[in-house]
């Protein structure tokens, strides 16, 4: 089993940017589409978006496209969420996950369909 670790949380104004990552225990990792979600308060998990085993292909949500941007390095055990123009509804925990397979439609990507899952990390974006 894989286990996962996100980092790169924190306080952050409107307009600006943060990145987080998610490095992964095991020798399986390379195997995985990488995934990640969020939660807001008093809301439920949603999906931001995803990355291929290989890193050649991903998937967002509408309400982040063109300001999020996923990637991994295999060689690092390691994916990564870049988040620019921040908005105070990006507040959030931010969790990483992993699935063995791929979705080719944003709303097929359940929580419930993953393999396994981080602990989160929040970010918190200030107006």
């Known amino acids: 089993q894989v286990q996962l670790v996100e980092s790169g949380g924190g306080l952050v104004q409107a307009g600006g940017s943060l990145k987080l990552s998610c490095v992964a225990s095991?020798?399986?990792?390379?195997?995985?589409?990488m995934a990640w979600f969020r939660q807001a308060p008093a809301s439920e998990r949603e999906f931001v978006g995803a990355v291929t085993y290989d890193g050649t292909n991903t998937i967002y949500v509408d309400s982040v496209k063109g300001r999020f941007t996923i990637s991994r390095d295999n060689a690092k055990n390691t994916v990564y969420l870049q988040m620019n123009s921040l908005k105070p509804e990006d507040t959030a925990v931010y969790y990483c996950a992993g699935v063995s397979r791929w979705y080719i439609d944003s709303l097929q990507w359940q929580d419930d369909g993953m393999n396994f899952w981080g602990k989160g990390t929040l970010v918190t974006v200030s107006s």
């Open positions: 095991g020798r399986t990792f390379s195997r995985y589409s």
